[in-house]
């Protein structure tokens, strides 16, 4: 099966636009999570999807939101950027009421 | 408050000498739990997890781990390590909420010749 897939890469952007980061799941994974990784916070949960629907958020301002398609294919954007805002954002797919979870290799967004 | 610790931040084992991660949790109730490893610029690679049952799991790439109940610990091990076994290793629960993990601030491992 072929894994997590994140796009862009990598992804530079300005103070003030917007960036939307794409995920695609392990095929028949129906829950998406999505994280955020920088040297001082470390890993920090955003939010998970499930059937189209958000059933967790993590502790993240409303710039920060979410949505998951039909497909399970899953999008997460950022609203005014801040400088604060450049990170590693992970994504990962887990099968149904597991907690098992496998990462995508990753979105580096940089914030300009 | 529910807490992940990984009490260091960096180890340096030779190649071919033992090595152990520590990690600690702080929950009402056995959580489950997990180790990850993450190579520079890569993903998190999932190389075990313990749900219920026996307390030492086995995972990919040699690596092993032991959930001790008293002691609140859920330690990496691996006999020998090989070089490629320099990363950053994150200990992770999931604690009462699908979807959601919570890290420890990771553990970096140098493999010096």
């Known amino acids: 099966k072929a894994g997590v897939t994140q796009t862009p890469r990598y992804l530079i952007k300005t103070r003030g636009q917007q960036v939307t980061l794409s995920c695609s799941p392990i095929?028949?994974?129906?829950?998406v999570s999505w994280y955020q990784q920088t040297p001082g916070q470390g890993l920090q949960f955003l939010f998970e999807?499930?059937?189209?629907?958000?059933?967790n958020k993590g502790n993240f301002p409303g710039r920060f939101s979410g949505r998951q398609f039909s497909n399970s294919r899953s999008e997460m954007n950022v609203s005014t950027l801040e400088l604060g805002d450049s990170a590693l954002y992970l994504c990962?797919?887990?099968?149904?009421?597991?907690?098992?979870?496998?990462f995508g290799p990753g979105t580096r967004l940089t914030v300009l | 408050a529910q807490s992940v610790t990984q009490p260091d931040i960096h180890i340096t084992v030779s190649e071919g000498a033992s090595l152990e991660l520590r990690c600690n949790y702080s929950?009402?109730?056995?959580?489950?739990l997990f180790w990850y490893v993450q190579s520079p610029g890569q993903g998190l690679q999932l190389l075990l997890k313990?749900?219920?049952?026996?307390?030492l799991v086995q995972g990919i790439k040699g690596f092993e781990a032991e959930f001790k109940r008293s002691q609140s610990s859920f330690n990496l091990r691996k006999p020998s390590v090989h070089w490629s076994d320099a990363a950053e290793y994150f200990c992770?629960?999931?604690?009462?909420?699908?979807?959601?993990?919570?890290f420890g601030a990771g553990t970096q491992v140098v493999v010096t010749p």
């Open positions: 990962a797919s887990s099968p149904a009421n597991t907690d098992t979870q496998y």
């Open positions: 095929s028949g994974h129906r829950s």
């Open positions: 999807y499930f059937s189209e629907t958000q059933r």
């Open positions: 929950y009402g109730a056995t959580p489950y």
């Open positions: 313990y749900f219920s049952g026996d307390t």
């Open positions: 992770a629960v999931a604690p009462d909420s699908w979807g959601k993990l919570q």
